[in-house]
């Protein structure tokens, strides 16, 4: 059974048009994150959620915001997507406070921007 | 110096073989290890937790120095199926639920 679920899996856009990406999950866990990852790179942290604390990443660009109206959704909102915002999106989420505990990921959502 | 670094490969080594990557964290209080696998596309995937007293799992083995600062992972016996990218990930310190991400090392095994 999917436990964190992202849609949709692909999304075309067109550049400086603003998209949603959504995910959720069923583990009921307090922590969720959006990564960044572009071919060939580590996934690049843009900010997490502990509870309804937003923590942001120092050099996440404006252009990207989140929302998180309950414990199981979260978004990721582009305001005025550029060619260089083309990725895989990721979202993860985590149970707090268990150092041992890993992240989970969903399937990822791949952004193209037209 | 990156805060965790991995050879990036690609590794190309025939079915059978053993292999061995290697990765090295800058953070001394770092307190959790992982190796995670990511296929082309697809998400990453824990492979296993890395303990300090060593751990297995199968063909894999995964260690841990913490003088050094290095992690290792070793699978014997691969196969075809093993061909992915193998991530590095380390937990931050105590209190920041944050892991960081290596660059990964790709490996194909090849027939």
New interface residues.
């Given amino acids: 059974d999917a436990m964190v679920i992202q849609n949709p899996r692909y999304q075309v856009t067109q550049f400086g048009k603003p998209v949603t990406l959504s995910c959720s999950q069923t583990l009921n866990h307090n922590v969720m994150y959006w990564y960044q990852q572009k071919s060939s790179q580590a996934p690049k942290l843009l900010f997490h959620y502990y509870d309804k604390d937003f923590n942001n990443e120092a050099d996440t660009p404006d252009n990207f915001q989140s929302r998180r109206p309950n414990t199981s959704f979260c978004f990721l909102d582009i305001r005025s997507p550029g060619l260089g915002d083309a990725a895989m999106y990721l979202c993860a989420t985590k149970r707090a406070g268990g150092f041992t505990d890993t992240q989970y990921f969903g399937p990822g959502t791949r952004l193209t921007v037209l | 110096r990156k805060e965790v670094e991995q050879d ?1 490969g690609p590794f190309n080594v025939p079915e059978g073989a053993t292999v061995a990557f290697n990765c090295t964290y800058s953070n001394s209080a770092s ?2 290890f ?1 190796w995670y696998r990511q296929d082309c ?6 492979l296993m ?1 890395v303990y300090s007293s060593g751990n297995e799992d199968g063909r894999f083995t995964a260690q841990l120095n913490r003088a050094s600062q290095y992690i290792s992972l070793l699978i014997r016996d691969s196969k075809l199926s093993d061909s992915a990218t193998y ?1 590095c990930v380390v ?1 931050a310190p ?1 209190g920041n ?3 960081t ?4 090392t790709r490996l194909t095994i090849i027939p």
């Fill in positions: 990036p307190q959790s992982f596309r697809k998400e990453p995937k824990l937790s991530l937990n105590f639920e944050k892991l991400f290596g660059t990964g």
